[in-house]
Every structure is written in C-alpha cells, then in structure tokens.
C-alpha cells in the first residue's frame, strides 16, 4: 500500500509542476468566469427573478465556477493524451506502478488546482457579488466531488481517444449538455418537464448545487442528498477510471 501511495505523490508533482509551468491556463481559467459574470451576470440581473430568491448575478457567479471546476477535471483526459504521445505514460506502464496509482496522482492534482482557483475567484467575486462562502465544507465537498467525477470522464475519454483534435470535440460533446442540464445558468425548476428530468439524472446538478449551497446558502435539492450522491459518485467514478484505464492500457 505505501509503494501506492509513493507512485501516486510522484505522479501528483509531475502534474502540479505541469500546471505551475502553464500560465495560460491559469489566466484562462480565472478570466473566464469572472467576464461572463461581468457581462452576462450584470447584464441580467435586474431583468431575470428566479424562484430561489437569489440574485441572478450571485446564481451566475456561483454556477461559474462549477462549471470552471468540471472544465478542469476534464482536462485531466487530455494530460493523458499528452504523455501518451511524450512517451511518459509507456515509462509508467512498463514500471511496476499501479493504474490506480495514476489516478489518483492526477485526481489529487486536478483537486488542489480545483481548490486554489475556486479560492482566488471566491476571493474577487466576493467584493462585487453576493458570493460569501456561508457554507465552506459543502463547498469544499462540491468542489472535490465534480473535480473527481470530471476527471474520471477525461480518463475515460483519454483512454479511447488518441489525438488531442478528436479529445477536444468529443469532450466537448459529451460536457456541453452536462453544463446546460445543471442549473448553473438557470434554476432547474424553471426547464419543461422532460428536461428537468434530464437534470435530476445528470450528477454535475447535485454538485452545482451544493456548491451554490456552500457559496450563495441557496438550494434546491436537499443538502443531504446532494452530500450523499457525490460521496457515492466519487468513489464510484475513481474506481471506474481506474478500471478504464487499466483495460485501455493492455489492449
């Protein structure tokens, strides 16, 4: 068990020292939200009423940052791909080290990269939205909860794909209507019928959810239920990467 966790803190410092090094990224992903809450947000907040009660510029801000958290995650796929074609993903296979291992070095990585950006944009988006953090340890399980089923996704789609080009579309494919069936752009007791039923079978909006429970302390799901279905989704989709990846690599 301790060699596990030995190759797992390896791999964790590879990826961490991959993102250090990747200003792009980090500048991306911190502008992203906070112009679509600077110009969608404050652009309809004085029109949309939502039944929550909350203002649409703090359900936007919040439902951002889901969405840059499962963005994120599912970037996790594509770092596959690229040490896959440097070589690096060949040197860990053919050394004793787990799948399992790999998983988690990169689920550890994409959390705390979760964690440090939803901090710095909880930190801006504070000052001029109601964004407050009421709530940080159901944030924090949010936060944690979407990072590791999206990066199980990106493993999953890492594994079957091979080229970057066909990774981006479909992923995108594949997360896009996730994004829209959550209820981070809208409360999803305002969609028709059929599609709302869509969203309650979708995890990402029970993680959205909560997340706006830790950040905004408005829900619509009751907060046990949405606690309970991403501890069970966590560990279902780690063990699923896991089992992804190991089948994909001895093919």
Request: aromatic residues 8%; charged residues 10%; contains cysteine.
């Amino acid at each position: 068990m301790s060699q596990v966790w030995v190759d797992s803190w390896t791999v964790f410092l590879r990826e961490v020292m991959r993102y250090r090094r990747d200003r792009a990224y980090w500048v991306g992903q911190l502008a992203f939200p906070l112009v679509a809450v600077a110009f969608i947000g404050f652009g309809l907040n004085d029109v949309v009423r939502l039944p929550t009660g909350a203002d649409y510029l703090g359900h936007l801000a919040t439902g951002m940052l889901a969405l840059i958290v499962g963005s994120s995650g599912v970037g996790g796929g594509m770092t596959l791909i690229q040490d896959r074609e440097s070589g690096f993903l060949r040197v860990l296979l053919v050394a004793p080290v787990s799948r399992a291992a790999i998983v988690a070095g990169k689920v550890l990585a994409r959390v705390l990269a979760s964690l440090m950006l939803v901090g710095i944009l909880v930190g801006i988006l504070a000052v001029f939205t109601p964004v407050a953090a009421p709530h940080p340890l159901a944030a924090l399980v949010a936060v944690v909860g979407i990072t590791v089923v999206f990066v199980a996704l990106g493993i999953a789609l890492g594994t079957a794909l091979r080229s970057a080009e066909s990774y981006r579309l479909i992923a995108a494919f594949v997360t896009v209507p996730l994004y829209f069936l959550s209820g981070i752009f809208y409360p999803v007791s305002t969609l028709p019928a059929a599609t709302r039923l869509l969203s309650w079978a979708n995890p990402l909006t029970y993680g959205v959810d909560l997340l706006r429970y830790g950040l905004l302390g408005v829900n619509e799901v009751p907060v046990g239920l949405s606690v309970a279905l991403l501890v069970v989704l966590t560990g279902a989709c780690a063990a699923a990467a896991v089992a992804v990846l190991d089948r994909g690599t001895r093919d």
